[in-house]
């Protein structure tokens, strides 16, 4: 089981409860991670706040999974959230949440990948259900940290 950060655009909110929800269907052991993403609202704190805030929110993480909406790419907290992800050695998920229906109904067109997911060579989805994404997460996660046999098999089979 991870411990997941949902990276995202606040004005997203509402879909992004959809997502995180979603876990409750099959429960987080059989989706795959935990979530320990924040739900403080982000307007009503200064940036020093925030910053602590979202360290604090990463702290035990090994997987950041950034919800992209229309406006994700643009926005400098999710930037921010990137850099400090990264710089703790989070694996990194994009996940597009065009499908995922607003509080209106309406689906919207696909935003733009931030560009730290597309520099990192992040892998990049779009929303089906916690199940899936719970996949996603292990294999981000496996994909960064492989097993350490791997190595020392190959090691053998090299003659090293």
């Known amino acids: 089981m991870r411990n997941v950060y949902f990276s995202f655009h ?11 929800n979603s876990g409750l269907v ?11 993403s924040l ?14 805030l979202i360290g604090e929110g ?8 950034v919800l992209v909406g229309q406006d994700t790419a643009s926005r400098p907290w999710v930037k921010y959230e ?3 992800s990264l710089r ?7 996940v597009h949440l065009n499908r995922v229906r607003d509080r209106t109904g309406k689906t919207t067109g696909i935003g733009a990948i931030p560009v730290l997911l597309k520099e990192q060579s992040a892998p990049i989805y779009t929303w089906q ?11 981000a996660w496996r994909d960064k940290n492989p097993d350490p ?5 190959l090691g053998r089979v090299l003659g090293l």
């Not at 703790?88 to 994009?94: C, E, K, Q, S, T």
């Not at 046999?149 to 098999?153: H, K, L, M, W």
Request: hydrophobic share 45%.
């Open 10 to 20: 606040y004005a997203d909110s509402w879909k992004v409860n959809q997502i995180r």
């Open 88 to 94: 703790r050695g989070n694996a990194l998920v994009g």
């Open 82 to 84: 990137l850099v400090e």
């Open 26 to 36: 099959f429960g987080a052991r059989s989706v795959g991670f935990v979530d320990k």
């Open 39 to 52: 739900w403080e609202e982000a307007k009503a704190k200064n940036p020093a706040a925030l910053r602590k």
């Open 58 to 65: 990463l702290d035990g993480t090994s997987v950041t999974v």
């Open 149 to 153: 046999g791997f190595f020392a098999s």
């Open 129 to 139: 259900n916690a199940k899936t994404l719970g996949e996603w997460v292990e294999k």
